[in-house]
């Protein structure tokens, strides 16, 4: 409705014009501004943000982006007024607070509902000596929870503070050196696991080896049915993945150990899944644009690279 936009427009015009030599009065008109953009009140909020902004009522645009989720907009704001403020070398008029204060404290309200900001201060706190001397407690809490949220790979942070030579090693050493173990643990973490998962091809590959050799015996040593009955007792029935059931364990027609058939039969499962993503192309390169080369190697982890090439194709 027009009619509430033309209300906040008079109350700022009127408290523009009290400023000088009626303090009080400037300060109730923009209280009754305040108090409609705070209500339900339907107003354009386009246009109550280029009055707030014409008439420089700070606490009336904040409160606006607020209300329309642009925390974003609202940090620029602060961070342009500190380059301004430093630009023009002056100080903040009395009563009022830093910009670059302000900065910080609106990351804080806003930083959980929208993690891009901290890449935002980030690089803001960091343009300057200045900047970042007064705010250097502020910046160790940003790195802490760009690494608890994962917002930033450490490769990107450090890219950022690298660019100029406003913040130091020794500032942020602590950060790295923590960065450095945690990649190193879990290097090793993985190399555990390579070599277990090597280990267990290399058993699997000796049991296939044994398997196939027609002149190898196959030593049956079982005393218990693998279906969890008790002891052997004939008639019994091995099979070549070495368990073995008293023939009445089994169905009349049961040409496969039951205890291996289950798990072939989900492998088997996972591999036609896998098959069938393979000739998903859109889900595989929505899947690398997201998580880049992780994608691609665990697409290879799956065989997904592995599908037959065309016939026809020279290799
Ligand atoms: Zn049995
Ligand atoms: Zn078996």
Redesign the pocket.
């Known amino acids: 409705m027009a009619v509430w936009n033309t209300l906040i427009e008079l109350y700022l015009s009127l408290s523009a014009d009290y400023a000088k030599d009626k303090q009080d009065l400037a300060k109730s008109m923009q209280s009754k501004a305040l108090y409609v953009l705070k209500s339900p009140f339907e107003f354009d909020s386009t246009h109550a943000l280029l009055v707030c902004s014409t008439k420089q009522f700070t606490e009336g645009l904040v409160l606006l982006w607020e209300k329309l989720g642009m925390y974003e907009d609202i940090l620029r704001f602060f961070m342009d007024k500190e380059n301004e403020l430093t630009a023009s070398n002056s100080q903040t008029p009395t009563g009022e607070v830093r910009p670059s204060a302000e900065v910080s404290r609106y990351l804080q309200r806003y930083g959980e509902s929208d993690p891009n900001l901290y890449p935002l201060v980030l690089r803001f706190l960091t343009s300057t000596p200045e900047l970042l001397q007064r705010h250097t407690s502020d910046l160790t809490g940003i790195l802490e929870h760009i690494e608890e949220g994962k917002i930033m790979p450490p490769l990107a942070v450090v890219q950022v503070l690298s660019r100029n030579k406003v913040a130091s090693v020794g500032l942020v050493k602590p950060w790295l050196l923590r960065r450095i173990s945690e990649s190193k643990n879990e290097i090793d973490s993985d190399r555990r696991l390579i070599d277990s998962y090597r280990s267990e091809t290399a058993a699997k590959l000796k049991d296939i080896a044994e398997l196939s050799d027609p002149d190898a015996p196959k030593m049956f040593h079982t005393s218990q049915?693998s279906?969890g009955?008790?002891p052997l007792e004939l008639p019994v029935v091995h099979f070549m993945c070495k368990h073995s059931?008293?023939q009445?364990?089994l169905g009349e027609h049961e040409t496969e150990c039951p205890i291996c058939a289950r798990q072939h039969s989900v492998i088997r499962q996972l591999r036609r899944d896998n098959e069938r993503l393979a000739q998903q192309h859109d889900v595989f390169l929505a899947e690398v644009e997201e998580n880049g080369f992780s994608a691609i190697a665990t697409a290879f982890s799956q065989g997904i690279l592995n599908v037959p090439r065309d016939e026809g194709v020279a290799l």
């Open positions: 049915c279906a009955d008790g059931y008293h009445r364990c």
